[in-house]
């Protein structure tokens, strides 16, 4: 869409504000707004200024001068708004015209440019399935002298007797018991449909939803493929539109990985493949899941880079309470078919050539869609590049469960960082891959580990209720 057809549109529509949108480093999404009748021609050709200071991991304030180039083909109408407002994704510039080297966009762009330079293909794919929990009641502080947290949900597992709902019905949501149960045991159909609907209106092609395995209202919605950046706007655009219909319903959404003890975490398994000019390279027929060498020296990156990749892809201390054997939860470092325990699975059900792919069990939604989906393709284009083989190295194939083997067959498997701390060590001593073709830079890298750092810190120093119930009695 040209600049001139976005002007059109807003005519069209009647459209009185125009919200120009980016992310931070963490993936939270960010805006200014302009009357429309403000928006020209060259708002699209010099962008929109703002302070970049004011956003934790960009610029210092002696530089916080940034600009806010808008991308016309990710525009779309907000559902949720009084006023007819149009939305539109933007890219950083410095004041001198310059990508912004911390744009997680702009990164995802760089990622998309090097496939090609790389001559591997033309495009690369993916589809995520970021789950998510619906709350009823979400209440938490941090302080010198408290530390607390409490989530409620009507359909959860402990609240079969509670009496506040005027006499309980039951048909409670049980423990790793939600897996696509139908009313009245799952409650949220009405609100996930209504989710699909405006997805559907802003212009994602939504797949399916259902509930997912977990007590208190979790839940799974899939939209459809496609190449790595627009994907990316699809997911920022997938969960605005959760949070904020679970707000007009009076409930909150969150995609934090691990928000309750003792049942499944919410993760965001990432389907990915490439292909050449319209034709599939991880296909081939006959060969192990129908997979291609090209497919499996991928898979060899992805799984040989994963320690420093998961410092990208689960990105927050929640998601190293998510990366636990027992919950479905995929940390051992293998690949295979069909198989959920592995953090590599090739899905093999009515899959056609063109619907081959793999998939990335691993991530989690606290990651940033921009740098996580970039990351992995950086991870897979250098296992293609090296050629790879995860065979040889002892990653798999494992048809098996797992978590069912020995402890000592267990040791022979590789298995994920064991919190955000080591996942940095690891991203510290393997980022080569990331900066080829001056995808990531240096920069960014030394810049993203001081955050995360920090934020790993800021969790590491405080009290835990717990240590209350192990040691306040010493």
């Known amino acids: 869409m040209s600049a001139q057809q976005v002007l059109d549109l807003i005519k069209e529509k009647n459209i009185e504000f125009v919200d120009f949108r980016f992310v931070d480093l963490g993936g939270r999404a960010h805006h200014i707004t302009l009357p429309a009748t403000e928006v020209e021609a060259e708002t699209f050709v010099n962008g929109v200024a703002f302070d970049g200071s004011s956003i934790v991991g960009f610029r210092g304030i002696e530089e916080s001068d940034m600009v806010m180039m808008p991308d016309t083909d990710s525009v779309y109408v907000d559902p949720f708004t009084a006023h007819a407002t149009l939305i539109v994704m933007c890219n950083i510039h410095t004041p001198d015209g310059e990508r912004y080297e911390r744009d997680p966009r702009s990164i995802a762009h760089k990622a998309e440019e090097y496939l090609q330079k790389a001559g591997v293909g033309t495009a690369a794919f993916f589809a995520p399935e ?27 597992a402990w609240n079969t007797n509670r009496k506040e709902e005027g006499g309980n019905l039951g048909f409670k949501v049980g423990v790793k018991g939600g897996y696509v149960p139908v009313a009245p045991v799952d409650s949220q159909q009405d609100i996930r449909s209504e989710m699909v609907r405006l997805m559907q209106d802003t212009g994602l092609r939504v797949e399916r939803h259902h509930h997912e395995v977990a007590t208190a209202g979790q839940a799974e919605i899939n939209f459809r493929f496609d190449t790595l950046t627009k994907t990316a706007d699809n997911l920022m655009k997938y969960k605005y539109i959760i949070h904020n219909v679970a707000r007009q319903y009076g409930k909150v959404a969150t995609f934090m990985p691990k928000p309750l003890f003792g049942d499944n975490g919410s993760g965001m398994h990432v389907h990915q ?165 001056g995808v990531f830079t240096k920069s960014f890298i030394e810049n993203y580990v001081a955050v995360k750092r920090a934020e790993a810190k800021a969790v590491n120093i405080r009290i835990h209720p717990h240590e209350y119930s192990l040691y306040f009695d010493c």
């Open 130 to 156: 970021s789950e998510f929990f619906v709350f009823d009641d979400v209440r938490y502080e941090s302080t010198m002298n408290s530390s607390s947290y409490f989530v409620d949900s009507e359909e959860a």
């Open 273 to 437: 493949s490439i292909f050449n000019e319209g034709e599939p390279l991880f296909y081939e027929k006959g060969a192990y899941a129908n997979l291609s060498q090209l497919a499996l020296y991928y898979i060899g990156g992805i799984l040989h880079h994963a320690p420093a990749l998961i410092a990208i892809t689960n990105p927050s201390t929640n998601s190293f309470k998510r990366l636990v054997p027992g919950y479905e939860a995929p940390v051992n470092l293998v690949y295979s078919k069909g198989n959920r325990s592995a953090a590599v699975r090739i899905p093999v059900a009515a899959v056609t050539p063109k619907g081959c792919r793999i998939e990335f069990r691993t991530p989690d939604s606290t990651a940033n869609p921009y740098l996580a989906f970039a990351a992995m393709l950086m991870a897979g284009l250098d296992g293609i590049k090296r050629k790879i083989d995860p065979t040889a190295l002892g990653y798999g194939p494992f048809d098996t469960n797992i978590y069912e083997l020995s402890d000592d067959q267990k040791k022979e498997i590789r298995s994920v960082p064991g919190s955000l701390d080591e996942a940095l060590d690891a991203l510290e001593a393997d980022s080569d891959f990331l900066t080829e073709g």
